[in-house]
Nanobody
Framework: QVQLVESGGGLVQPGGSLRLSCAASGIVFSRAAMAWYRQAPGKQRELVAA???????VYVDSVKGRFTISRDNAKNTLALQMDSLKPEDTAVYYC????????WGQGTQVTVSS
């Protein structure tokens, strides 16, 4: 059974930082392409950042220079370091894995507000 469990969300002031983590089980993590998506109220889910099996990364333009995606294949974990957070980053953040099929976590809420 594949499980992706996110943690690390919460409430933060503008300009602050959060670190999201995703613990994966049930897949060969090192062979999976991984990503973070987010969905704000009333908006479509969008790709935030992705990391390939080989470690190549891509980011949506709005987070470039502020967010960093990383993976630890030894610990089967995916992370998203989010710095200089803005109110428009407020959303539910989802961990995603592609390992033959698509898998999603349950999501973690990130709220950026003063």
């Amino acid at each position: 059974q594949v499980q992706l469990v996110e943690s690390g969300g919460g409430l933060v002031q503008p300009g602050g930082s959060l670190r999201l983590s995703c613990a994966a089980s049930g897949i060969v993590f090192s062979r999976a392409a991984m990503a973070w998506y987010r969905q704000a109220p009333g908006k479509q889910r969008e790709l935030v950042a992705a990391i390939s099996r080989g470690g190549s990364t891509v980011y949506v333009d709005s987070v470039k220079g502020r967010f960093t995606i990383s993976r630890d294949n030894a610990k089967n974990t995916l992370a998203l370091q989010m710095d200089s957070l803005k109110p428009e980053d407020t959303a539910v953040y989802y961990c995603y894995a592609n390992f033959n099929l698509d898998y999603w976590g349950q999501g973690t809420q990130v709220t950026v507000s003063s």
